[in-house]
């Protein structure tokens, strides 16, 4: 998969970057870029690699900051 995690407080001035958003903080977020067509691919594999496949997921996007 063709990703990169990153810090968002780094990361908001230079690229757009997505968040993956898990209910309840039952594991804290995780933040990366890529350039992927297919963003649930790309958040699924980092969910299975970063956070134990936690279920119920979803991904938030982040606008690059001016």
Do not use: C
């Not at 690229?15 to 958040?43: G, M, R, W």
């Amino acid at each position: 998969m063709d990703y990169q995690l990153v810090d968002p407080k780094e990361e908001a001035f230079h690229n757009e970057y997505f968040e993956i958003s898990f209910p309840d903080q039952t594991h804290p977020s995780l933040y990366f870029t890529s350039n992927a067509e297919i963003l649930e691919d790309v958040a699924a594999e980092i969910v299975h690699r970063h956070a134990d496949n936690t279920p119920g997921w979803r991904i938030i996007p982040h606008a690059k900051k001016h």
